[in-house]
């Protein structure tokens, strides 16, 4: 497996982990912890579950930009002095 990582251009608003047949959503409020917000769990395959999946799949597909090597280069030399 491997991990890939990305810099989204919205303030997030449902953080989505899966683990097996378990997909675990909670709201993401500006400037609160994590332990603050309310998790549903959803079991896999669920209509509950397909929603969320199909929402990170979107915001994953169309709203992020993928961290590589050449990202960071570009990055470093946007904002060198």
Same mark, same amino acid.
């Given at each position: 497996?491997?991990?890939?990582?990305?810099?989204? /251009? !919205?303030?997030?608003?449902? /953080?989505?982990?899966?683990?097996?047949?378990?997909? @675990?959503?909670?709201?993401?409020?500006?400037?609160? !912890?994590? %332990?603050? /917000?309310?998790?549903?769990? @959803?079991?896999?395959?669920?209509?509950?579950?397909?929603?969320?999946?199909?929402? @990170?799949?979107?915001?994953?597909? @169309?709203?992020?930009?993928? %961290?590589?090597?050449?990202? %960071?280069?570009?990055?470093? /030399?946007?904002?060198?002095?």
């Amino acid at each position: 497996s491997s991990l890939d990582l990305r810099v989204f /251009n !919205r303030y997030p608003v449902v /953080n989505v982990s899966i683990y097996d047949q378990c997909l @675990f959503a909670s709201s993401v409020l500006y400037q609160r !912890r994590g %332990i603050d /917000n309310h998790t549903v769990i @959803f079991r896999r395959p669920s209509q509950g579950a397909e929603v969320y999946e199909d929402h @990170f799949k979107r915001i994953y597909e @169309f709203g992020s930009t993928e %961290i590589t090597w050449e990202y %960071i280069e570009k990055l470093q /030399n946007k904002f060198r002095l």
